[in-house]
T-cell receptor, first 112, second 110 residues
């Protein structure tokens, strides 16, 4: 089946630092999405990308859909304490009502 | 609030038992997805329903089954429970591709 490799697995940063994480796939996706999960909660959609090469921002978050359609990255600028959590990338093979394949997650911790 | 409602939020049961998890999708969403998340793991796709019909199947055990009813709510049935079935079970719904998740049902099997 499809595999999504997400890196890094975990990050320890100081408040105010920028964060970068990425996801690579063994096969092509037509949609990439990024989710954030807080402890004990369901994943919350942050950004959705629909076109190869697309660069989309949502506040301090910026995500890009790789040209090859096999990768995506997420940047968070000027991190704040509420950014703590687990970030998941997810890929969708076809548009519309299709299951998502999730990456393994990046756990972000902010050091006081 | 994603608009997806899952019940119960927490469930503790014993090995060999059977439980049913319930999901109400967002208003108007025809697709319902079930995912399993074990401790500190990613989300594993179990099964998808679209407008009452099974659409896709993932790594769902034979001891597990699901259905989507005419009012579009869905139930995930887990039977002959084992210790390893302890996990968070998430339901998600979608209308146009973006999945919106409920808060999950935490199942503990003792």
């Amino acid at each position: 089946g499809q595999q999504l490799n997400q890196s890094p697995q975990s990050m320890f940063i100081q408040e105010g630092e920028d964060v970068s994480m990425n996801c690579t796939s063994s096969s092509i996706f037509n949609t990439w999405l990024w989710y954030k999960q807080d402890p004990g909660e369901g994943p919350v959609l942050l950004i959705a990308l629909y076109k190869a090469g697309e660069l989309t921002s949502n506040g301090r978050l910026t995500a890009q859909f790789g040209i090859t359609r096999k990768d995506s990255f997420l940047n968070i600028s000027a991190s704040i304490p509420s950014d703590v959590g687990i970030y998941f990338c997810a890929g969708q093979s076809n548009f519309g009502n299709e299951k998502l394949t999730f990456g393994t997650g990046t756990r972000l911790t902010i050091i006081p | 609030d994603s608009g997806v409602t899952q019940t119960p939020k927490h469930l503790i049961t014993a090995t060999g038992q059977r439980v049913t998890l319930r999901c109400s999708p967002r208003s108007g969403d025809l697709s319902v997805y079930w995912y399993q998340q074990s401790l500190d793991q990613g989300l594993q796709f179990l099964i998808q329903y679209y407008n009452g019909e099974e659409r896709a199947k993932g790594n769902i055990l034979e001891r597990f089954s699901a259905q989507q009813f005419p009012d579009l709510h869905s139930e995930l049935n887990l039977s002959s429970l084992e210790l390893g079935d302890s996990a968070l079970y998430f339901c998600a719904s979608s209308r146009s591709g973006e999945l919106f998740f409920g808060e999950g049902s935490r199942l503990t099997v003792l």
